[in-house]
């Protein structure tokens, strides 16, 4: 067997093993990693895999045969995967809710990101400069990647945040880390963070002396766990019902969402894949029109997804030939705030459901598919849990919703940030200094 290959979305780079695509994050012609090709399942393959580590293994051992980190998957997986991941019944018999909201920070990326930093910690040689990730954030995906690095204590972190930009508990959950995982607050907004990503990175001045990588949401790292969970819910889908599940999945970046494209694309029993977004057009545009226009980005009540040029759109190009859009078994539909907010009141006078904004446009889309096609079943994805973004759902709910205890923990820790300037010079200074 040789070792599967990763190439750039762009092709100007030479295709590269799995552990340099990880270490890379993006591909050095600016495109992004995707497998040089895709194995094949059939259900039938997964008979004798029940639980979501185990048939992580098995989906996920043709990226990794061959590589450095081959004989680490299962302990990979193991750390992925170690909180549940259900897929609920709910009072409508149509619908059922993969809830990805167990984990440490309760949102879906907890699982992406500690498969991420299982990668990076098994790939280590001995004699290595330890690494350094770096990470700007919005507020969820820092406090993932934080969460996920916590087991391992000699890879620095070092997370960037737009002060006044993150709600309470988003700031918390960045803050409350041990001193090997470092908070900075810089006075600016998300794009100056990712700016000083991208210039620290360039800084021979930084470089030189710390051993960089970044661990935003294009990291194939993140990608292919994703995967695992689309896997796990369709078949168990199908060994209830002998059918094809479809689902709905909130979107932004489009991360999650490519992760359900490429396990069907796989073979695994998947049907239609609905995506619901925010307010921000680019996706239900293409869909309906065909025309592919990025723009500004709106910020919504579903902040996670104020996304307006989704970032893994090259790979989704990649995967589908623009010419037959019809045949993709793909939508995307728009819910703006209002519809949010309804959708949140609705679901739990109807249903007692409480949902985070993200997944409330999930909720609204099914509402109006359920005209459009109302005999299927879908599989709802609950991308965050409603605490998290109490100040949004609580009033529509008209009570306050508990926390789940593993986040409660967390809200009890203290906090610590650096404060700093939007500039290089001041995150080379506060990068430099403190580091070990
Ligand atoms: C990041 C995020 C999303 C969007 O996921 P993408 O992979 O960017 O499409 C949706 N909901 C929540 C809660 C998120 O944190």
């Not at 689902?247 to 695994?268: E, K, Q, T």
């Given at each position: 067997?040789?070792?599967?290959?990763?190439?750039?979305?762009?092709?100007?780079?030479?295709?590269?093993?799995?552990?340099?695509?990880?270490?890379?994050?993006?591909a050095?012609?600016?495109?992004?990693?995707?497998?040089?090709?895709?194995?094949?399942?059939?259900?039938?393959?997964?008979?004798?895999?029940?639980s979501?580590?185990?048939?992580?293994?098995?989906?996920?051992?043709?990226?990794?045969?061959?590589?450095?980190?081959?004989?680490?998957?299962?302990?990979?997986?193991?750390?992925?995967?170690?909180?549940?991941?259900?897929?609920?019944?709910?009072?409508?018999?149509?619908?059922?809710?993969?809830?990805?909201?167990?984990?440490?920070?309760?949102?879906f990326?907890?699982?992406?990101?500690?498969?991420?930093?299982?990668?990076?910690?098994?790939?280590k040689?001995?004699?290595?400069?330890?690494?350094?990730?770096?990470?700007?954030?919005?507020?969820?995906?820092?406090?993932?990647?934080?969460?996920?690095?916590?087991?391992?204590?000699?890879?620095q972190?070092?997370?960037?945040?737009?002060?006044?930009?993150?709600?309470?508990?988003?700031?918390?959950?960045?803050?409350?880390?041990?001193?090997?995982i470092?908070?900075?607050?810089?006075?600016?907004?998300?794009?100056?963070?990712?700016?000083?990503?991208?210039?620290?990175?360039?800084?021979?001045?930084?470089?030189?002396?710390?051993?960089?990588t970044s661990?935003?949401?294009?990291?194939?790292?993140?990608?292919?766990?994703?995967?695992?969970?689309?896997?796990?819910?369709?078949?168990?889908?199908?060994?209830?019902?002998?059918?094809?599940?479809?689902?709905?999945?909130?979107?932004?970046?489009?991360?999650?969402?490519?992760?359900?494209?490429?396990?069907?694309?796989?073979g695994?029993?998947?049907?239609?894949?609905?995506?619901?977004?925010?307010?921000?057009?680019?996706?239900?545009?293409?869909?309906?029109t065909?025309?592919?226009?990025?723009?500004?980005?709106?910020?919504?009540?579903?902040?996670?997804?104020?996304?307006?040029?989704p970032?893994?759109?090259?790979r989704?190009?990649?995967?589908?030939?623009?010419?037959?859009?019809?045949?993709?078994?793909?939508?995307?539909?728009?819910?703006?705030?209002?519809?949010?907010?309804?959708?949140?009141?609705?679901?739990?006078?109807?249903?007692?459901?409480?949902?985070?904004?993200?997944?409330?446009?999930?909720?609204?889309?099914?509402?109006?598919?359920?005209q459009?096609?109302?005999?299927?079943?879908?599989?709802?994805v609950?991308?965050?849990?409603?605490?998290?973004?109490?100040?949004?759902?609580e009033?529509?709910?008209?009570?306050?919703?508990?926390?789940?205890?593993?986040?409660?923990?967390?809200?009890?820790?203290?906090?610590?940030?650096?404060?700093?300037?939007?500039?290089?010079?001041s995150?080379?200074?506060?990068?430099?200094?403190?580091?070990?």
């Amino acid at each position: 067997m040789t070792a599967m290959r990763f190439l750039s979305t762009r092709r100007k780079t030479q295709a590269v093993g799995l552990v340099r695509a990880i270490h890379d994050g993006l591909a050095p012609d600016g495109g992004l990693y995707i497998p040089e090709s895709f194995p094949r399942f059939t259900p039938a393959c997964f008979d004798r895999h029940e639980s979501m580590a185990d048939i992580g293994v098995h989906l996920l051992t043709p990226f990794f045969e061959g590589s450095e980190l081959e004989s680490a998957l299962p302990k990979i997986c193991n750390h992925a995967f170690a909180f549940p991941i259900p897929l609920r019944a709910c009072p409508d018999p149509q619908v059922k809710i993969l809830e990805l909201f167990h984990g440490p920070t309760a949102a879906f990326k907890d699982v992406g990101a500690r498969f991420l930093a299982s990668c990076l910690e098994y790939a280590k040689q001995p004699g290595d400069t330890p690494l350094t990730v770096l990470v700007a954030t919005s507020g969820d995906t820092g406090g993932a990647v934080a969460g996920a690095f916590v087991d391992y204590p000699s890879t620095q972190v070092a997370i960037l945040y737009p002060a006044g930009m993150v709600s309470a508990r988003q700031e918390h959950q960045l803050c409350c880390w041990p001193p090997h995982i470092r908070s900075f607050k810089v006075g600016g907004n998300f794009d100056d963070c990712q700016r000083m990503v991208k210039e620290a990175f360039a800084d021979p001045s930084i470089t030189q002396k710390l051993r960089l990588t970044s661990a935003n949401s294009i990291s194939i790292a993140r990608l292919l766990p994703q995967m695992v969970y689309y896997a796990a819910s369709s078949l168990q889908y199908w060994r209830e019902t002998g059918g094809t599940a479809n689902y709905i999945i909130p979107a932004g970046n489009l991360g999650n969402s490519l992760a359900c494209i490429w396990a069907r694309h796989m073979g695994l029993p998947i049907g239609h894949i609905a995506l619901a977004t925010n307010a921000n057009p680019v996706l239900s545009t293409y869909f309906q029109t065909g025309v592919w226009q990025p723009g500004q980005t709106t910020a919504t009540l579903a902040s996670a997804m104020d996304v307006g040029n989704p970032s893994n759109a090259e790979r989704l190009f990649d995967l589908l030939p623009a010419a037959n859009r019809s045949d993709f078994r793909l939508s995307a539909s728009r819910v703006k705030d209002s519809q949010i907010r309804d959708s949140i009141a609705d679901a739990w006078q109807r249903l007692q459901l409480e949902l985070c904004p993200h997944t409330a446009t999930a909720w609204q889309v099914r509402r109006w598919m359920d005209q459009d096609q109302p005999d299927r079943d879908w599989i709802l994805v609950a991308t965050a849990h409603p605490a998290k973004f109490e100040q949004i759902v609580e009033p529509l709910l008209g009570h306050s919703v508990a926390i789940p205890p593993a986040f409660s923990s967390l809200l009890q820790r203290p906090v610590a940030w650096l404060e700093i300037k939007p500039t290089l010079e001041s995150f080379r200074k506060a990068l430099l200094e403190e580091s070990v």
